[in-house]
């Protein structure tokens, strides 16, 4: 874990769905810029009494990228929020890290569940490749399931649908709160992502869970999993909170 402090230069930025915006960022150092998929970074942003320390999952699919990049979902009046969507190509963040221990790990064979709401997905979509090589190994299956409000929000979705056809040991679940795509798809189920994952039937002697987002979903789903058996070694979670 690395606590030095190095500036981080946006180099582009898009919008992936209408509220989240995704950063690519290079070290102003030149010094690569590299992770354990699942690690997140934290920012050290300016703010009028204190500094703002905000922490954001690495969305950047490992290997493919030597960017540092981020998906930031838009909070009304958040303070983050308001300088990372005004921030420009060429302007600088300070930055620590990564840090994090959502991580895979060397776990036996199984199935793993792997839960987000909104920007959770950024960690999972950091692991495909290191998922592809467990999965073909033939001894791992893994779900994913993302949890949105309606199709327009379905951030990153391409990816892991690809992902799902190409790997067939892998499943892509999205649950829509609100709204369904129309017309309805295969991947596409009505309802919030701890219900879904409940109709999974988890086992806790097969299944280790990942959960990473919303903090009232995590709680939820899990209670529910403790409910049939789960422990904190099959469980792991990166809460989305803010820190100040
Ligand atoms: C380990 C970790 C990883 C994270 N990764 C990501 C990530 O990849 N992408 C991402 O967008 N965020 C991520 N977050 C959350 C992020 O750090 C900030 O908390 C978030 O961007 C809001 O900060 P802000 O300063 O804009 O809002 P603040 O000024 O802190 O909050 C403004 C108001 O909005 C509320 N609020 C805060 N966050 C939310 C929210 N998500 N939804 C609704 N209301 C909210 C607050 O309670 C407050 O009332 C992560 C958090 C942690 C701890």
């Keep these: 874990m690395s606590h030095?402090?190095?500036?981080?230069?946006?180099?582009s930025s898009r919008m992936v769905t209408p509220r989240v915006r995704q950063l690519n960022f290079r070290r102003e150092d030149g010094k690569p810029f590299d992770y354990v998929p699942g690690q997140f970074i934290t920012l050290h942003l300016p703010s009028q009494d204190k500094e703002l320390r905000r922490s954001y999952s690495i969305a950047g699919i490992h290997g493919e990228t030597t960017e540092a990049q981020i998906a930031v979902t838009y909070v009304e009046g958040g303070r983050a929020t308001k300088l990372l969507f005004a921030l420009q190509p060429g302007?600088?963040?300070?930055?620590?890290?990564?840090?994090?221990?959502?991580?895979?790990?060397?776990?036996?064979p199984g199935r793993f569940l792997l839960v987000a709401t909104g920007t959770g997905i950024a960690p999972y979509r950091a692991m495909l490749p290191q998922l592809r090589a467990r999965l073909q190994g033939g001894q791992h299956q893994a779900v994913l399931l993302l949890g949105v409000r309606a199709p327009d929000e379905l951030l990153f979705g391409e990816d892991f649908m690809g992902f799902a056809q190409d790997n067939p040991a892998f499943r892509f679940i999205a649950s829509y709160s609100r709204q369904l795509p129309e017309p309805p798809l295969a991947h596409a189920r009505k309802g919030y992502v701890q219900e879904h994952l409940m109709e999974l039937s988890p086992d806790p002697q097969r299944d280790i869970v990942y959960l990473c987002g919303n903090p009232e979903m995590i709680d939820a789903a899990v209670a529910s999993l403790k409910a049939v058996g789960f422990e904190n070694h099959n469980l792991r979670r990166e809460k989305y909170v803010s820190s100040n």
């Design 4 to 11: 030095e402090r190095f500036h981080l230069v946006l180099q």
């Design 91 to 108: 302007e600088r963040v300070e930055a620590t890290g990564p840090f994090g221990k959502f991580v895979l790990r060397d776990d036996p």
